[in-house]
């Protein structure tokens, strides 16, 4: 070194004393510039919690999963923000957390700004061509080519194709749920085997290994949003993750193929397997992370959003009413479902009034893709994670008013307000919102008209054989809470 002899081991140990110095003084440096960047935005003394996963805070907690949320931005205000060690979150340092109407509207109209998704989610690492993970890099990028082979799926005619088979797998819904209370049970899973229309053992298996498949990948992306990469890999998680992509593989393998679906009828998957712009088509990769995308956006929201809808129709016999009047003025088994809102309005007011109570995407993500200050004082850096959280929208007193709590369909009568946004907004919105009404709403129509009419007829001989002829209906419900456990 410079002709002085310096030994190996002091060059040795120079080095282990200043590397980590170096490193320290460059996180120092980074932080405090951060620091500064963040000065104006409020932040909670322990973000630590909120990036556990609300889920898994919750279980931690035993809270329900939107407290946590709910606790922060009252103690801290409508916009805040938390800066996270950047060596440990590289795609998330800086996260914005707003539920301020104006400063959504700023966020909304900067859309050269605020166009993408973050990189760097679950979705990225589970279905990373597909529409939830793909960045909006203009109209030539993938993300806006799926977007316009997908859109299709869910336009009129497609609708209408989808209509019978909606109602088929109704008419089997009414066939299990009355099969299992006929048996005794409560739960709507699938027909006893006894049961002549009961699935074959190894379509059981089948069926059953499929919805496994489907929720280890909807945990998987979940799980993978905010945790350290390696850790997915632990043999046993990483072994189920295996082999439930084996099986959602094969299983759309097997529909591409035809094997599994009548050829006669209208089939998403294929639609989107023969879907081309100028002879530009899908490759087997993406057109399985799409259908993946699809399974994963589509499934969770609307059958949670249905089961939210159903439990409240049970809690408030008054609305159970007026969904029957209305489901029992139509015939549910033959009606196009193209415009739920406009066939069945009641019930449509019921599905969203459970949504904006029980709201199943509780925040709406973008990532800044240059420097952007908003409300004239929040300084954000290119890369900042913006959450926009609908959860408070949703329960905003200042929206809905103080009977903001209590589920009242009639305030959807003139539909949502501007600031209220379930489905997204701008060119990431939900694609399959027209798919989730027809699902969502006329399955709640037609549980409740099918749960009443066996409740009725329950009732019935009930009150003939079992109780007390002169047994008044509870809370002047004719018929009892659909929900067993729940009759108030
Ligand atoms: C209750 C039902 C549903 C709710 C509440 C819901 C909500 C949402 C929300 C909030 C987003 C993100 C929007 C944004 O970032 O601005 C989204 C995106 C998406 N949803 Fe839905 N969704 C529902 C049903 C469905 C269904 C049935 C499908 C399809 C089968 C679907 C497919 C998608 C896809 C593919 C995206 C990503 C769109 C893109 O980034 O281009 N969703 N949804």
Same mark, same amino acid.
């Given at each position: ?303 949670? $959003? ?66 952007? $200050? ?115």
């Amino acid at each position: 070194m410079g002709g002085v002899d310096v030994p190996n081991w002091c060059v040795a140990a120079g080095a282990a004393v200043l590397t980590p110095a170096a490193i320290y003084a460059y996180l120092l440096r980074q932080g405090r510039a951060r620091q500064a960047i963040f000065a104006e935005t409020p932040q909670p003394k322990e973000p630590g919690p909120i990036f556990a996963g609300i889920v898994e805070l919750a279980k931690i907690q035993g809270h329900t999963p939107l407290e946590p949320l709910k606790k922060h931005f009252k103690d801290l205000g409508l916009t805040w923000g938390v800066r996270l060690p950047v060596w440990l979150f590289p795609h998330m340092e800086f996260l914005f957390f707003t539920a301020d109407p104006a400063i959504i509207a700023e966020i909304q109209s900067k859309k050269d700004v605020f166009h993408s998704r973050p990189s760097g989610t679950g979705f990225a690492s589970t279905v990373p061509e597909g529409l939830l993970a793909l960045r909006n890099e203009g109209p030539q990028s993938s993300w806006a080519l799926h977007r316009r082979l997908v859109a299709p799926l869910f336009s009129d005619r497609f609708l209408e194709g989808y209509s019978s088979q909606v109602s088929d797998k109704a008419d089997m819904l009414r066939l299990v749920l009355n099969a299992n209370i006929e048996e005794g049970e409560a739960t709507m899973t699938l027909l006893p085997e006894r049961h002549p229309q009961a699935l074959s053992k190894g379509d059981t298996e089948r069926e059953l290994s499929f919805s496994d498949a489907g929720e280890v990948l909807l945990s998987e992306t979940q799980r993978r949003t905010g945790e350290p990469f390696l850790a997915r890999y632990w043999p046993p998680r990483y072994l189920r993750w295996l082999s439930s992509q084996k099986a959602l593989g094969k299983r759309i393998d097997e529909v591409l193929e035809g094997g599994v679906v009548d050829p006669s009828r209208l089939n998403m998957l294929k639609a989107l397997q023969d879907a081309h712009e100028e002879g530009r088509k899908m490759s087997k990769a993406e057109l399985r992370d799409e259908i993946l995308t699809l399974l994963l956006a589509g499934h969770e929201t609307t059958g949670y $959003t249905t089961s939210w809808a159903l439990l409240e129709v049970a809690r408030n016999p008054e609305v159970q009413e007026k969904v029957l009047a209305e489901t029992s003025a139509l015939d549910l088994d033959n009606m196009p479902l193209t415009n739920v809102q406009a066939s069945l309005p009641y019930t449509w007011m019921v599905w969203q009034e459970a949504l904006r109570m029980h709201p199943t995407v509780i925040q709406h993500a973008r990532q800044a893709e240059a420097d952007v $200050t908003l409300g004239g004082k929040y300084t954000l850096p290119k890369g900042t994670l913006i959450l926009i959280c609908q959860l408070i929208l949703a329960h905003s007193e200042e929206t809905w008013g103080s009977d903001v709590m209590a589920f009242r369909p009639e305030r959807m009568e003139q539909g949502y307000p501007d600031m209220y946004l379930p489905f997204g907004f701008g060119g990431r919105a939900c694609i399959g919102k027209r798919l989730a009404y027809v699902e969502g709403v006329y399955l709640l129509a037609f549980i409740v008209a099918c749960v009443a009419q066996w409740y009725l007829y329950f009732d019935f001989v009930a009150s003939r054989f079992l109780y007390n002829k002169n047994s008044k209906p509870q809370n002047g419900c004719p018929y009892p809470s659909m929900v067993p456990g729940l009759r108030r």
